[in-house]
């Protein structure tokens, strides 16, 4: 199944891309993300089960991920074991490799309840970003209404399709993100 190491590598790209955003120069906007374990917690209260459950499934589907690139010999036997290792002792690689049909099959629910569940708990923990920076002052009332509007068009599942954008404190009263010289 050679669009196994395919979707392992469009995975992989999107968080470089996202990291490139979140590095951007003089600091530039700032991504609003939740923690793997956060967004875990809150969607396994959503789907009503356990946290232990979904994580089971999560490393699971990454396990079954990284046996199909092992059996398409994309990848060899020691890169398949160092990669089940990680996906066992770390849950953001674990996220990053699992796949919502596999995830949603070991928990028996649908793709759709599973995507449900993930998009409702992401919202929540986003806009509880976004209310936080409020109330800390770096971002102003017409940018939480700006970026709540954002959240609530998001049709991010499972895995996080499109993020709110918060500005960093250096980037208040400055244009595009580069002060006006």
């Given at each position: 199944m050679r669009k196994s190491i395919g979707a392992i590598a469009a995975v992989l790209t999107a968080f470089l891309a996202l990291g490139a955003v979140t590095a951007s120069a003089h600091g530039g906007p700032k991504v609003a993300r939740v923690s793997t374990s956060s967004l875990v917690t809150a969607a396994a209260s959503q789907l009503n089960?356990?946290?232990?459950?979904?994580?089971?499934?999560?490393?699971?589907?990454?396990?079954?991920?990284?046996?199909?690139?092992?059996?398409?010999?994309?990848?060899?036997?020691?890169?398949?074991?160092?990669?089940?290792?990680?996906?066992t002792d770390n849950l953001d690689e674990a996220y990053r490799l699992s796949r919502a049909s596999t995830v949603a099959s070991k928990l028996g629910i649908t793709s759709t309840a599973?995507?449900?569940?993930?998009?409702?708990?992401?919202?929540?923990?986003?806009?509880?970003?976004?209310?936080?920076?409020?109330?800390?002052?770096?971002?102003?009332?017409?940018?939480?209404?700006?970026?709540?509007?954002?959240?609530?068009?998001?049709?991010?599942?499972?895995?996080?399709?499109?993020?709110?954008?918060?500005?960093?404190?250096?980037?208040?009263?400055r244009k595009n993100g580069?002060?006006?010289k």
């Open positions: 089960v356990t946290r232990s459950s979904l994580v089971a499934a999560i490393q699971s589907s990454a396990s079954a991920t990284i046996d199909d690139a092992l059996a398409d010999e994309d990848i060899t036997d020691a890169q398949a074991d160092d990669l089940k290792s990680e996906a599973l995507n449900t569940g993930f998009r409702t708990a992401r919202k929540a923990l986003l806009n509880a970003k976004i209310d936080a920076a409020l109330a800390a002052g770096t971002i102003t009332a017409d940018e939480t209404a700006a970026l709540k509007q954002q959240v609530s068009e998001s049709t991010s599942g499972y895995k996080a399709g499109g993020l709110a954008v918060l500005p960093s404190t250096d980037d208040r009263g580069h002060a006006g």
